[in-house]
């Protein structure tokens, strides 16, 4: 809450459309308030451990890296992360190449793998950066690219979403896919950031 | 009926994506548009955003494209490597041969 906590604030216009369209279609039957609150809840409620999940996976298995860089789609599919709306591309980090993420036209995010998009990413001045000095918008993050490594960008404009496949690093050999799971963080899989062991969970 | 319209280019072909600037929802960002690329990969074929916009089928489905451009040529006073890249996903109705 901000510090207008508890005075009137009048609505903005889409506050005002937005209630005047979700009373009007549960007025006229097409959705109950209990969906949309459900719906809205699930969004709210998912984080990009299935983006993590679908990283880990990678790691720890080269015939399912293969397929997921070949058709992310349906390398979800085998995860049993089956949605119709997501047409994934996989894009992998290598020691040459460092890939991000961005969607200058809007907010187009792999939502479902990730989650609700952090503020920044639907951020003016991140979609503008990032296509035009990408190296520069990485050190902010606090990833400074080598400059023997190629920076690719992937503007997420039409129909298509996007994840990184980062690089799994050193001293994590014989790790569960459960304890590499958990060092994916949403940055490492949009591109700001790169996966670390320090401060990373014990073996179980 | 499968509408859909074929694929002109194959991956690694040489595009320009066409400077025009018509009104309305334009999946295609400003910045990239006159600009000299070469085709990453074929994504399949959608409906056209601008159709699709008026509350129209857009089709028949459109070939939609990952074009691949260096930095430098989008941005001629791009400062980092001369094989940076960006990758922007265009529709056939776009782009043309360059």
Redesign the interface.
């Known amino acids: 809450m901000n510090e207008d906590h508890g005075r009137y604030q009048p609505l903005s216009y889409f506050q005002l459309m937005e209630i005047s369209l979700r009373e009007l279609l549960v007025e006229k039957g097409i959705v109950t308030d209990a969906q949309v609150q459900a719906t809205a809840d699930d969004m709210r409620s998912r984080g990009a451990e299935r983006g993590a999940s679908v990283v880990a996976r990678a790691w720890t298995d080269p015939g399912f890296k293969a397929r997921l860089l070949a058709d992310g789609t349906e390398a979800c599919r085998e995860l049993g992360l089956d949605v119709p709306a997501l047409r994934l591309i996989a894009v992998e980090n290598t020691p040459d190449v460092h890939n991000m993420i961005v969607c200058t036209l809007c907010s187009c995010y792999p939502r479902m793998l990730l989650g609700l998009p952090p503020e920044w990413y639907k951020s003016r001045p991140y979609r503008s950066r990032a296509v035009r000095e990408p190296r520069a918008v990485l050190a902010e993050f606090g990833l400074a690219i080598a400059d023997n490594v190629q920076v690719r960008v992937h503007d997420s404009t039409a129909d298509m979403r996007y994840i990184v496949l980062p690089m799994r690093p050193a001293g994590t050999d014989g790790w569960s896919e459960d304890r590499l799971a958990a060092i994916v963080t949403r940055d490492c899989m949009i591109g700001v950031a790169v996966p670390s062991i320090a401060g990373a969970a014990p073996a179980a | 009926m499968n509408e859909t319209v074929q694929p002109s280019f194959k991956p690694g072909d040489r595009v320009v994506v066409r400077k025009a600037w018509p009104l309305g929802h334009i999946?295609?960002?400003h910045?990239?548009r006159g600009r000299v690329g070469s085709i990453e990969r074929v994504?399949?074929s959608?409906p056209m955003?601008e159709e699709l916009a008026q509350q129209r089928s857009g089709l028949p489905a459109q070939p939609?494209y990952?074009v691949r451009f260096l930095?430098r040529d989008?941005?001629p006073d791009y400062?980092?490597?001369p094989?940076?890249?960006?990758?922007?996903?265009?529709?056939q109705h776009w782009l043309e041969r360059a």
């Open positions: 999946r295609t960002p910045y990239i994504c399949g959608f955003p939609l990952r930095q989008v941005w400062q980092g490597r094989d940076d890249a960006l990758e922007v996903e265009i529709f």
